[in-house]
C-alpha cells in the first residue's frame, strides 16, 4: 500500500485520515477547526527553510523519521563522520535553541563531553566495538542521577546537589557509549504535567513557544524534539513520559513497571515510577530501552524478566507487505474519546484507528469500566507515596538548609523555602490520605481501584493484543492556561494514569495535527501493551510510523 | 492498706550480627569512626533504594521459631513515618500489620538465690525493622552531630506479653532473650553496646481492680541488674502515689532509669498517640517463606537453653550446676562433651562451675579460648577418680592444661607425678618422718592427737605430694598407734 517516496503534496492529498475515516453513529464529526495532516502542510513547507538539524536531514519529500542513532552509527563507521563533530553540532544546536526552549537545566562541560565522543572516535580508530549509543548525545531528566552533573529533581531543594552515583539508567546508556549532554527541566520532582511547576525555570513547547511541553518530563520531551538531542530518558509516574511526547510529537515509551531499574531515579511514587525513554523514531526509542532495560540488583522492584533485542525485531518487520499488521487484534479503549476530550484529538485517533484497519488490524471497541476511577486512585497513592519519599529532603544530611535555633525550624522551614505549592500541595494531600482513621478511605480504597484497574486491562488485553487510546485528552496548551486550576491539570492526566496503576508498558507517537500555533499541534496516539509486551509495542508502533505518510514531526525552530 | 499487682511487658530490640546492614552492603563496626559505614542507601540520598539483606529474614525465621512463634509465610515491610535527625529518610523500614512472627512463648527458670521457680511468658510478636543513626551532642549543647554507621543495622523487635510481674521477672525475661539470640548466634546481645535494647512498660493497679493501671515506659537501662532495680523502684514509686491517694500524677510519660542516683525520671510525656502513618514500603517486595527454607533453619537449630535445662536436670544436676551451665552454649558443649568423653557428670559440673570459671572470670577469656579440652577433663576427672593422682595434683595439672595444653597423661608422666600407692614405700616414708620428729611423736603420745595432720602434711611433703592420702593416712594411724 503506502509506497515509500512521495511528494509531499500528493501524499497529503491521499491523506488516509480523512478519507478513510471509519463511519461510526456515536462519531463525532471531524472538527473542521482541525486540521489533521492537512495542516502538516503548511508546516512542511514553512519548515524545510527553516530548520538546520544536524543530522543529514533527509530530504522532505522522502521523509518519514528514520533512525538517527543507527545514522550516526552509519557515519562513524564509514568515516563520514567522527563523534566530537556530532557531539558539537548538537551543541551548538542546544545553545542556539535553549533560549526559547529552555529545556535543560544544565548543559554538561563542552571539553567533559567532548572527551566522551573522543574516547568513541578512539575506539573506531582501533577498530574496537562500538556499544549500540556510542556517539548519541542523550538528555537525561534532572531527577535521575548523574554523578558528574547537579541533579536537582527540578527543586530549589536541591540546587546544586551532587548525587555520590549515576543512576542505573545512566550508567548502562554510558556503558553503551551514550554521551549525556545536559540535565532537563521538570516538573519538581515529576509532581506536574505543564513543567511549569519547575523550581528552576518554564520550558516553552518547541511547536509554538508559548505553549507548554507537557509534564512532567517536559525538558526531555522538548529537546528531542527541538533537536537538542537525539534521545532522552524521562520518567513516567501518571504519564509524565507519554503525556509530553504527545504534546511535543515524538515517540515516548513507559516501560513494564520494573523493566528498568529505579536505581537512582528520586522516589515520586515508588509503585508507579519508571524510567522511559524519548526519540524522533520507535526505532531510537527501541534502541534507548534496550540499552537501560533488565534486572539491577540495587533495585529489589526491577524484574528478572529477559530483555529482548528491541532493535534487531524492528529491523526485521516487514514494511513492503500489503498487510504487515495482518490478524492484529487492536482495541479502542471507548472511555477516552468521550466527554472531556478535544474533538480533533478525537478524530486523530479515530484516523490511527484507521490507519491500523488498513494495516491489516482488527479494531473493536474495548470498554474499561474502572477507567474513570483511576484518576483519583491515582492522585490518592502518588500523593501518599510521594508524602513519604519527600521526608528525606529536610536539610539535613545534604540539599539547602535554612539555619534555625531548634530543629522543628530547622524542618519546617528548610522544607517550606526549598519545595514549591505544587510540591507542598501534594505533601499535604498524601499526609492526610495515610493519616490514622482515613487510611482505610483514601489510600486503602485506592488501592482496591487499582486492582480493578488491572482486572479491567487483563481482561481487555485478553482478547486484544494492544489497546489503543489518546496519550491526553487535548494538544498542548497555552502557558499558564491552567496553572490557577489544578483540577483541570489534573484531569489531563486521565489518558495515562491507568497504564501506571496496572504498571503496563504504553508506547505513545504522534499520529496526526490539530489546530495550534503556527504550524499546527502534534497529537499522540497511545498504544498499551500486556505486561512485558515492549517488543511487540515497539514493532507496531514502527509499522504504524513507517507506513504514516504526509506527517512530518519536526517544528519549525 | 491495698495489696498492688504490677504487670510489665517488654519490648526488646535485638541488633542482627549480620555482615552488612539490612538494605545496603555497607558493614556494622561498633566504634568506628563517625560515618565511616555509609553509602547512599543508608544516608537516605535521592534515588537510593534498599534491597534486602536474606541473612535478616534467616536470623529472624531462627528467633522467631526458637521463641515458638507461629511464622508469616508471607510478611511485608511497611514504613514508620516520622522526622528526626537520626532518620535518613524520614522514615523507618519496619514492619507494622504482617509481622514475621506471632503468638509465641519463652520459658525460664529463675535463679536459685531468688528462690528459683520456672516461669513462660507470652511472646506477642517478632518483626524486622532497620536501626537509626546517633546523634552526637555538642558540649556546650549548642550544636548535634549525627553519626549514620549505625542507621539501618537490621533488628528484631521482640514484644512480650504483659506477663511479668517484677523486676527479677523482667531482668530474668531479658536474660533469657539475650541467652537465646547468643545460642542462635544472630546476635552478640551486648547490652553495654546497644546490641539488646529493652523498653519496658510498668502499670500497677490494686488487686481486684480489672483496669490496668497508667503505662509508664521505663528505659536506659544497660544490664539486667539495673533492669531488674529500676522495674522496682518504679513498681514502688507508683505504689506509693497509690497509697498517698496520687494515683492521677501517674501519667503516661517515658522515663529514664539514672544509674547514679538509683531513680527513674520523666524524659517526656506522650501527649496522645503519635500517628507514624503506616503504609506498605513500595520499594521491598513481599517476604516470602518457603516451607523449605523453614524446615531447614528448624532443623539446624541447636538446642535450646529450655531444653537443655530439663536435660541437665534429669541427669541429676542441681538448678545450680543446670543454670549455670546452661546459661552459655559454649560452656554447655564444654560440659556435654566432657561427659560423652566419659567424665562423671557431678565432677565436670564442679571442675567447671569452680576452677575453669574462676580461671575465666579473673583472664576475662571464654571457655573456647583455653587450650584445655573437654577430653582432658574427663581424663583428668578419670585419673583423679582412678587414684592415678592425687585431687590436689589435678588442680595444679589443670592450670597447666589450661594455659598450655598437652594431655593428662603427658604431663603426669613428664612431671612423674603418678601417686604413690605402694604401701610399704608410704610406710617408709611415714617410718623416716616418725624417726625425725620425736619431740612432737612425745607429744601426740601424751595425747595431743591433733598431731596426725601435723605427721600427715611431713609425709605428703616427703612424697612431694604424691602418696595416696587415704593409704598415708591409713599407715600413719597404724604406725603411731603400734609404737605406742
Ligand atoms: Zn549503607
Known sequence: MPSPVQNPRILLSQCRFQLHFPPKPHNLQPNPRHFHCSKSKLSLSHQHQLVSEPQTSQSPSSWSPSSQILTIRESLLSRQKKAVEITRDYLNRLRQTEPQIRSFLHVSEEEAAMREAEDIDRKIEQNEELGPLAGVPIAVKDNICTADMPSTGGSRILEGYRPAVDATAVRRLRECGGIVIGKTNLDEFGMGSTTEASGFQVTANPWDVSRVPGGSSGGSAAAVSAGQCVVSLGSDTGGSVRQPASFCGVVGMKPTYGRVSRFGLMAYASSLDVIGCFGSSVMDTAILLGAISGHDRLDSTSSKHEVPNYASELASADLLESKPLSGLKVGIICETLGDGVDAGVISSIRAAASHFEELGSIVTEVSLPSFSLGLPAYYILASSESSSNLSRYDGIRYGNQVAADELNSLYKDSRAKGFGPEVKMRILMGTYALSAGYYDAYYKRAQQVRTLVQKGFKEALGENDILISPAAPSAAYKIGEKTNDPLAMYAGDIMTVNVNLAGLPALVLPCGFVEGGSAGLPVGLQMIGGAFDEAKLLKVGHIFERTLHGCRFVPSL | ?484
Open chain 2, 1 to 484: 492498706m491495698h495489696e498492688y499487682e504490677t504487670i510489665i511487658g517488654i519490648e526488646t530490640h535485638v541488633q542482627l550480627s549480620t555482615l552488612t546492614k539490612a538494605f545496603c552492603s555497607c558493614p556494622y563496626i561498633y566504634g568506628s569512626q563517625p560515618n565511616t559505614t555509609i553509602c547512599p542507601v543508608c544516608m537516605g540520598s535521592p534515588g537510593a533504594l534498599p534491597v534486602l539483606n536474606s541473612k535478616v529474614i534467616e536470623f529472624a525465621v531462627k528467633v522467631g521459631l526458637a521463641l515458638n512463634c507461629s511464622l508469616s509465610m508471607s510478611s511485608k515491610f511497611d514504613r514508620k513515618q516520622y522526622f528526626y535527625p537520626d532518620l535518613p529518610k524520614g522514615y523507618q523500614i519496619s514492619q507494622f500489620d504482617i509481622p514475621i512472627a506471632t503468638g509465641g512463648f519463652i520459658d525460664l527458670d529463675l535463679p536459685t538465690e531468688f528462690g528459683g521457680g520456672h516461669r513462660r511468658f507470652g511472646i506477642t510478636r517478632v518483626h524486622m525493622e532497620e536501626d537509626a543513626g546517633k546523634l552526637l551532642h555538642s558540649g556546650t549543647g549548642s550544636y548535634s552531630q549525627v553519626d549514620l554507621n549505625r542507621a539501618g543495622v537490621p533488628l528484631l523487635e521482640i514484644v512480650s506479653e504483659p506477663d511479668m510481674r517484677s523486676g527479677l521477672e523482667a531482668a530474668e525475661y531479658a536474660a533469657e532473650i539475650q541467652r537465646l539470640v547468643r545460642y542462635l548466634g544472630v546476635s552478640n546481645g551486648n547490652m553495654q553496646e546497644g546490641s539488646l535494647r529493652c523498653d519496658v512498660n510498668v502499670s500497677v493497679r490494686p488487686v481486684g481492680q480489672s483496669a490496668f493501671g497508667t503505662k509508664v515506659e521505663i528505659k536506659n537501662m544497660n544490664s539486667f541488674s539495673a533492669m531488674h532495680r529500676a522495674i522496682d523502684f518504679e513498681i514502688s514509686r507508683q505504689v506509693d502515689l497509690y497509697n498517698k491517694g496520687q494515683a492521677d500524677q501517674i501519667i503516661q510519660e517515658t522515663r529514664l532509669w539514672e544509674d547514679g542516683s538509683q531513680r527513674t525520671v520523666t524524659m517526656r510525656k506522650k501527649e496522645g498517640l503519635a500517628d507514624y502513618r503506616y503504609f506498605p514500603e513500595p520499594d521491598l517486595p513481599n517476604v516470602v517463606l518457603a516451607n523449605e527454607f523453614v524446615d531447614n533453619i528448624r532443623s539446624s537449630l541447636p538446642e535450646l537453653p529450655e531444653i537443655k535445662r530439663r536435660r541437665y536436670e534429669k541427669m541429676g544436676l542441681s538448678m545450680q550446676d543446670v543454670l549455670f551451665l546452661a546459661d552459655d552454649m559454649q560452656v554447655a558443649d564444654f560440659f556435654d562433651e566432657a561427659v560423652e568423653k566419659g567424665a562423671d557428670v557431678k565432677l565436670a559440673s564442679n571442675w567447671i562451675m569452680g576452677d575453669i570459671a574462676a580461671y575465666l572470670k579473673n583472664e576475662k577469656l571464654s571457655i573456647n579460648d583455653i587450650k584445655l579440652t573437654p577430653q582432658e577433663l574427663a581424663e583428668l576427672i578419670a585419673s583423679i577418680k582412678g587414684g592415678t593422682i592425687s585431687g590436689k595434683i589435678g588442680k595444679e595439672i589443670l592450670f597447666e592444661l589450661i594455659a598450655k595444653g598437652g594431655t593428662v597423661k603427658g604431663l603426669i608422666k613428664e612431671k612423674d607425678l603418678v601417686q604413690i600407692v605402694d604401701p610399704l614405700e608410704i610406710e617408709k616414708m611415714v617410718e623416716k618422718v616418725l624417726s625425725e620428729n620425736p619431740k612432737q611423736l612425745q607429744q601426740y603420745r601424751g595425747g595431743k592427737t591433733k598431731l596426725q595432720g601435723y605427721f600427715a602434711g611431713q609425709v605428703m611433703k616427703e612424697s612431694k605430694g604424691k602418696a595416696n592420702p587415704v593409704l598415708l593416712n591409713k599407715i600413719l594411724l597404724e604406725k603411731l598407734k603400734s609404737s605406742s
